[in-house]
């Protein structure tokens, strides 16, 4: 059985730096891409960033220079580091992992 375990989010001031991490076990880790999704209240779910089984990065346009996707497949982990947030970055992060596992979620919030 895959399950994914985030963890790292918390509450930061707008223009600081978080790093959330993505524990999968149950798969052959290094096998898939790895995910980064986010729901804001009232928004629809939307992409954040992924990384192939190859190690290719791939960013939404508001994550692009702020964001990056990495991940270590001797860990079976990924990591999200954050920089610069902003309040409107707020939202629940969600890892998901082979285009069809997700994580529980973890909390960003982004206030002053």
């Known amino acids: 059985q895959v399950q994914l375990l985030e963890s790292g989010g918390g509450l930061v001031q707008p223009g600081g730096s978080l790093r959330l991490f993505c524990a999968v076990s149950?798969?052959?880790?290094?096998?898939?891409?790895v995910g980064w999704y986010r729901k804001a209240p009232g928004k629809p779910r939307e992409a954040v960033a992924f990384?192939?089984?190859?190690?290719?990065?791939t960013y939404a346009d508001y994550g692009e220079g702020r964001f990056t996707i990495s991940r270590d497949n001797a860990k079976n982990a990924a990591v999200l580091q954050m920089n610069s947030l902003k309040p409107e970055d707020t939202a629940v992060y969600y890892c998901?992992?082979?285009?069809?596992?997700w994580g529980q979620g973890t909390q960003v919030t982004v206030s002053s």
């Open positions: 998901n992992y082979a285009f069809q596992f």
């Open positions: 149950g798969a052959i880790f290094s096998d898939n891409t």
């Open positions: 990384i192939s089984s190859g190690g290719t990065t």
